[in-house]
């Protein structure tokens, strides 16, 4: 007995049928354009109400800042009355020349000991030592900033901030103390205008006028004992300067 197997026979393709599923068909699939999405719906949808952006209050900055940093600590704000006596710090040709001078007086190993120079350096043409030249001066030397303000802060003779054209340094040490430079230091605080306020600390010494003219600081012994009271009127030395004076060496500049 033969099994006779059906095998049904290929169906006939309806080709106008295949036209649904072609790109270019004479009828194409009617496929519905996406529609335009609404971003202000998308926030509902997803996030559900999302508040506004809160302005931030400058004022109110200061509580996310980490502590400030020892050097930032160590840097005075170098603006004073007197700031506009000096030419802001600038990298000269002429400073890079006399520092490369300096520094090439030491060994290559130990050029970080030419500190000292450049920093009477930076002082002596821009009158005093800034966050700027201090950066300046660490990154010459190959040392970190900190090492500078190190040696800033340890020397009274460093001044960080503006001081006056005239910048009187009056000796506050027992001869000169006992023989009135306090006294002495009062007189030409009256008379030139200046409120040294709580300026007579280690870190902040530098008591400047209204006008910027004037300046003023204590110094310790300034080795002339026998002859107090002693001060310094920028870099002239005056030897027993009474308190009455005060107004006659004042005049001696001003004039
Ligand atoms: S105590 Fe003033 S110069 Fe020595």
Known sequence: MSTRIVVPRPRVIDRSRLSYIRLRSASPLQVPRPRLIDRSQLIYLTLGKV????????????????????LEKNILSPETPGTENFEPFAITPQLEQEADRRIAQYPDDQKRSAVLPLLHEVQHRFGFI??????????KLDIAPIKVVEVVTFYPG????????????????????????????????????????????HKDPISVSPCGKFSVEYAECLASCGTAPVCLVNDDFHEGV??????????????
């Open 158 to 201: 460093f001044r960080q901030k503006a001081p006056g054209k005239l910048h009187f340094r009056v000796c506050r040490t027992l001869s000169c103390a006992m023989g009135g430079s306090y006294e002495l230091m009062a007189k030409i605080c009256e008379l030139t205008g200046i409120d040294r306020g709580s300026a007579d600390t």
């Open 130 to 139: 800034s966050p700027e030249s201090i950066d300046w001066v660490a990154q």
């Open 51 to 70: 508040p506004q952006a809160r302005k931030i209050n400058p004022a109110h900055v200061h509580y996310l800042r980490p502590e400030p940093s020892v």
């Open 242 to 255: 009474l308190p009455e004076k005060a107004q006659e060496l004042i005049a001696q500049y001003n004039g």
